[in-house]
């Protein structure tokens, strides 16, 4: 979900733009620059930038200053890892703020809430799936595809929320009777997508897939 940035007042976006900055400058300074160097690499991160452009042109307004789009961002981060997955989300919200006529302050506030939140937590979903289930075809399908996409749609759906809360824009008793009750149907497509794409890309093209080793998830299996 996205937020209209002029709901904020000066100080909000002050903290939000703040934490969104030292996450990208992080981000940039962590990213495997080199991997992109590989043979047809640099087109598959041109080829996520232009994907998520596409697909955040397609939203509707929810409710004032909220709007809905799908994320796509799980299946960038598996594809790229945090840092890079960050760099392409950034890029890709700045081509749609310039292109959409939106103001800086809505592209501060997108930054956390479609950007660092859900790439963050689609990461540490990656480390605790990694960690706590057997590596299997299946389990990486359906734990980092499908509920990963599902779960981190959710969250940040609360938190967008929350955030137009603590706006003043609205109220939690006016959201939860108008909004929140179709979060369910409404971040059920993020989990098909992202599952279903995470699905076609470690089949057919795994090496575009950062987060799948063949070694580790096919062989022996």
Not at 12 to 41: T, V
Not at 76 to 86: A, K, Q, R
Not at 110 to 123: D, K
Request: charged content about 5%; glycine content about 10%; overall charge positive.
């Amino acid at each position: 979900m996205e937020l209209d940035g002029r709901l904020f007042s000066a100080t909000q976006l002050w903290w939000l733009g703040a934490i969104y900055a030292l996450a990208l400058l992080q981000a940039l300074r962590m990213a495997p620059w080199r991997r992109l160097l590989k043979p047809g690499q640099i087109h598959v991160f041109l080829g996520g930038i232009v994907a998520l452009i596409v697909l955040w042109h397609m939203r509707g307004q929810v409710h004032p200053g909220l709007s809905f789009h799908l994320l796509g961002v799980t299946t960038i981060t598996l594809m790229f890892g945090w840092s890079l997955g960050l760099v392409v989300a950034s890029l890709a919200l700045l081509a749609v703020t310039i292109n959409a006529g939106f103001g800086w302050q809505s592209l501060l506030v997108s930054g956390f809430t479609v950007a660092l939140l859900p790439i963050t937590l689609t990461q540490v979903s990656l480390v605790l799936v990694r960690s706590w289930l057997p590596r299997h075809f299946f389990v990486y399908v359906l734990g980092n595809g499908f509920l990963t996409g599902w779960l981190v749609a959710y969250i940040s759906g609360y938190a967008a929320v929350y955030l137009l809360v603590f706006s003043g824009a609205s109220s939690m008793a006016e959201l939860q009777v108008t909004i929140m009750p179709f979060f369910p149907l409404m971040f059920f497509p993020e989990a098909v997508i992202n599952g279903w794409l995470i699905t076609i890309l470690v089949l057919y093209c795994p090496t575009w897939v950062y987060s799948f080793q063949d070694e580790q998830y096919l062989h022996g299996k």
